[in-house]
Structure formats: C-alpha cells, structure tokens
C-alpha cells in the first residue's frame, strides 16, 4: 500500500492550498482517511479524519472552520482543502490509511511521505 502526498508549497498568511494523497495498491475496502501534520520540534498531531464513505469528518479544534477534507474512492484518493491559513499550520502534512470504516484521532496503519507545508507571515 502508497500514499502519495503532494500540493504543499509556500503562502502567505490568509491564503489557501488543496493537499491531495492517492492511495494505491489498497484492494481491500473499506478504509478510513486522514491526515497527520508536524512541525519542526513537535510531535505529529492529527488535524482531520473522513470514514470510508465520506459521511463522517472530523478536526482538530486548531482547523476546525478552517480545513476541509474529503474524498472520492473512485479515483482513490482523499484532500485537504486549506483555507484562510496561519503560520502556525507550517509544518510537514501526512496522510495515512487504515482498514475500518472510521479511524478518527486514532491509529492508522499506512502513511505517506508528507508535503512541506509553509505559511509565511
């Protein structure tokens, strides 16, 4: 199994970016979505989560109102739509996979190689 991170990139503070992870190599369904960020000397947070058919998402306080993610399992892939960003986002994004339904804040199985992210103020 891959996840394949990518959109990440340097902006300025109050502008957007659109984070994308393709998953392949997964046959098995269903699997939960989410995605991961941390910033230099910190440990990795969780910032949103999507089930398996979409209908479920959670955030992290920190993006909620902010981040929005979502998915098409057809193409296999999940986003994370960035609006209205802040310094404070800097950091590498990760998405991960895991082989249920819903997997929340929790533990994930599979990850990705993370996208530089870079709000400059």
């Known amino acids: 199994v891959q996840l394949q991170a990518s959109g990440g990139g340097l902006v300025q503070a109050g502008e957007s970016l659109r984070l994308s992870c393709v998953v392949s190599?997964?046959?098995?369904?269903?699997?939960?979505l989410g995605w991961f960020r941390q910033a230099p000397g910190k440990e990795r947070e969780f910032v949103a989560a999507i089930s398996w058919n979409g209908g479920r998402t959670y955030y992290a306080e920190s993006v909620k109102g902010r981040f929005t993610i979502s998915r098409d399992n057809a193409r296999n892939t999940v986003w994370l739509q960035m609006n209205s960003l802040k310094p404070e986002d800097t950091a590498v994004y990760y998405c991960?996979?895991?082989?249920?339904?819903?997997?929340?804040?929790?533990?994930?199985?599979?990850w990705g190689q993370g996208t530089q992210v870079t709000v400059s103020s």
């Open positions: 190599g997964y046959t098995a369904s269903p699997y939960a």
């Open positions: 991960a996979a895991n082989a249920t339904d819903w997997a929340g804040a929790g533990w994930y199985e599979y």
